[in-house]
């Protein structure tokens, strides 16, 4: 039986029909989002994913299991807090102990048809997805009890829904939109949106991923494209407390239709409050502004919106914590 917890900063909570989860058991990691989450590969959009664009979904299953991880190339500059969970940070993905199946593209939305591409080149949420499926779930292992997916979206999806009319629109021969109407009801809007997200979880775990984290979206409002504007931060915190609150109640529902998942969530909003309140003690000088440069030490920010890979090593030993001891109903 399911029931609703009070969570710490940042829990992680797992919903399961089975009572037990080892993360130590965990062999082949599969993550699907944005920015926070991609990891460049040599076959790879460069500096936007591991393989793979808009213009060339497909893929043979040798270029899939030949490409390799490229070091140090996330929105970080650095490490990002998946491959520091894995331990997976360069070169082929089945050579890693556990193995990272990337498909996160930089920059995407949930649906092409819900929010204008950043690029032409952009891999939205549901095809990524859609690219698993298709060319890889067949080729790359997902064992039952040794599999874990990470979702990690609606960073873009909450900035970018704000200033909607005056978004510059790319012209995409998969989501070929020339206009885009101003979004009034954000409640409907997010609704809609997670109509397609877990249309798009839900293909996942029919097609063999049941175990599932879900990150929520962080404090952007905090970043310093943000912090100039009072105005804009307030809106944008709004935005993501509603996007948050919608997409738990969304992960409960999906639940319930699928109790053979096991299901967690890491609430890093929380995390990232809480860090940049303490953020001396985590040996953050700076975190107001940023330092785009080749050693940012002392800064919680790495440009104007993506954190430093100091943070994602946090990020990633704080899930790590949590995934070793979560809370089971």
């Not at 698993?132 to 040794?146: C, G, K, L, R």
């Not at 998969?174 to 979004?183: D, F, H, N, V």
Request: hydrophobic content about 40%.
């Amino acid at each position: 039986m399911l029931r609703l917890l009070v969570l710490a900063a940042g829990a992680v909570v797992a919903t399961a029909a089975r009572n037990a989860f080892d993360w130590d058991s965990i062999t082949h990691m599969y993550a699907f989002g944005d920015s926070y989450t991609f990891v460049g590969g040599t076959l790879g959009h460069a500096n936007f994913s591991f393989i793979g664009d808009a213009f060339d979904l497909a893929f043979t299953p040798a270029q899939l299991l030949q490409n390799q991880i490229i070091f140090r190339n996330t929105s970080s500059d650095g490490a990002n807090w998946i491959e520091f969970l894995t331990g997976c940070f360069e070169g082929e993905p089945s050579e890693c102990t556990k193995q990272l199946w990337d498909f996160a593209f930089a920059g995407s939305d949930i649906d092409g048809n819900l929010l204008p591409l950043h690029h032409n080149f952009t891999v939205p949420l549901d095809d990524q997805v859609e690219q698993w499926v298709t060319y890889a779930s067949e080729v790359i292992p997902h064992p039952e009890d040794s599999t874990m997916t990470a979702w990690w979206i609606g960073i873009n999806d909450t900035g970018d829904s704000l200033g909607n009319s005056s978004v510059s629109i790319q012209f995409s021969f998969r989501y070929p939109k020339a206009t885009l109407e101003k979004i009034s009801n954000f409640t409907e809007f997010f609704e809609t949106e997670m109509t397609s997200y877990f249309t798009s979880v839900q293909k996942a775990h029919d097609n063999g991923l049941h175990t599932h984290l879900f990150i929520n979206v962080p404090a952007e409002e905090r970043s310093p494209s943000s912090l100039g504007s009072p105005t804009k931060a307030a809106s944008l915190k709004a935005n993501i407390l509603l996007y948050n609150s919608i997409l738990a109640q969304h992960i409960t529902a999906f639940k319930a239709t699928n109790p053979d998942a096991t299901i967690m969530t890491f609430d890093s909003n929380s995390w990232f409050n809480q860090i940049l309140d303490t953020a001396s003690e985590f040996g953050f000088t700076n975190i107001t502004g940023f330092c785009t440069c080749t050693d940012p030490e002392g800064f919680f920010w790495f440009d104007s919106g993506h954190p430093t890979e100091a943070v994602h090593k946090l990020l990633a030993n704080a899930i790590e914590t949590e995934l070793r001891d979560p809370t089971f109903v």
